[in-house]
C-alpha cells in the first residue's frame, strides 16, 4: 500500500499541532530538520519534535538535512521519533548509526542526495527500513521534481527485489499530483508531499488523492502488496 507523508515543512510552524491534524489519515508526518550547515536553511531541531510526537498520534518521520548525523540522530530516536533518516554524505559510520537507530527502537533510513549514487551501498541495504532517494536538492519546499532520479529509483527497487529485502523506498522532493504516478511506476512505494499536501485546500482530502494515484499506478506491482 502506498503511504502518503506530508511534509510540515511546508505547514504554518506556528500552528504546528493543528497543522498534523489537518492531515488525520496520514501515514506518517514527515519533520524536516535542517542546521543551516548541511543544507542552506534552519528549520527546527529535537526540542520541537519531542513537543510534535506529544501532540499528535500520527507517527513521525523524522529527515534529517545535518551534519554530524552519528552524534545527533539518536536523540531524535528519544525525542520520539517513529523512524529517523540520516543523510549518507553526512553519516562516518553509517551501518553503526542505522544500528543504533534500530536498537533504540525506531525505524532506520538513510537519504540520498541527488548527485549520491545508490550503487555503492548495495551491501548495506538490509541494514535500513527504508531508503530516501531526494528528488530535488535537499533544504527547501516547493522546488520542481527532477525526472532524472526516475532511473535511480528504477535501479533501487530491483536491488531491494533481488536481495529480497522488506526495504521501503521513499522519495521526497517535488512530490505533486502530476508526478506521484512517474514515482510509483519506477518502484516508489513512500511519498513525502509538502507543497502539495499543506498548499490544497483540504489537505487530508489531497492525502487521500495523491495515495490513489499512487495506488492505481502500481496495482499489480509485486512490491506494492506489502505494508
Ligand atoms: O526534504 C525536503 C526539502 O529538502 C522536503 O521534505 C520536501 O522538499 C517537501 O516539500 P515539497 O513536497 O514541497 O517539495
Ligand atoms: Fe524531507
Known amino acids: 500500500m502506498a503511504q502518503i507523508n506530508p511534509s510540515i515543512l511546508s505547514a504554518d510552524f506556528a500552528r504546528l499541532a493543528e497543522e498534523a ?34 501532540a499528535t498520534d500520527t507517527p513521525l518521520d523524522c529527515h534529517l538535512m545535518i551534519e554530524d548525523a552519528d552524534r545527533w540522530a539518536p536523540q531524535y530516536v528519544e525525542a520520539g521519533a517513529g523512524s529517523v533518516t540520516f543523510h549518507v554524505e553526512a553519516a562516518a559510520a553509517p551501518v553503526r548509526l542505522a ?73 521526497d522532493g517535488g512530490v505533486s499530483a502530476t508526478t506521484i504516478e512517474r514515482c510509483a511506476e519506477a518502484g516508489a512505494d513512500v511519498f513525502v508531499a509538502g507543497s502539495a499536501v499543506y498548499g490544497a485546500e483540504d489537505p487530508a482530502e489531497a492525502v487521500r488523492a495523491l495515495r490513489a494515484r499512487a495506488e492505481a499506478a502500481t496495482a499489480g506491482a509485486p512490491w506494492a502488496c506489502g505494508h
Not at 40 to 52: K, M
Open 99 to 171: 544500528r543504533e537507530i534500530r536498537a533504540k527502537g525506531a525505524r532506520a533510513s538513510m537519504a540520498l542526495r541527488p548527485a549520491t549514487p545508490i550503487e555503492p551501498y548495495e551491501d548495506l541495504l538490509p541494514e535500513l527500513d527504508m531508503l530516501l532517494i531526494m528528488t530535488v536538492e535537499p533544504g527547501f519546499g516547493g522546488q520542481a521534481f527532477l525526472d532524472i532520479m526516475l532511473p535511480k529509483i528504477r535501479r533501487t527497487r530491483e536491488l531491494i527485489s533481488k536481495h529480497g529485502l522488506e526495504l521501503w523506498l521513499q522519495v
Open 21 to 54: 491534524k489537518a492531515v488525520d489519515g496520514a501515514d506518517w508526518l514527515h519533520v524536516d530538520v535542517m542546521d543551516n550547515h548541511f543544507v542552506p536553511n534552519l528549520t527546527l531541531g529535537v526540542p520541537v519534535v519531542e513537543a510534535l510526537s506529544k
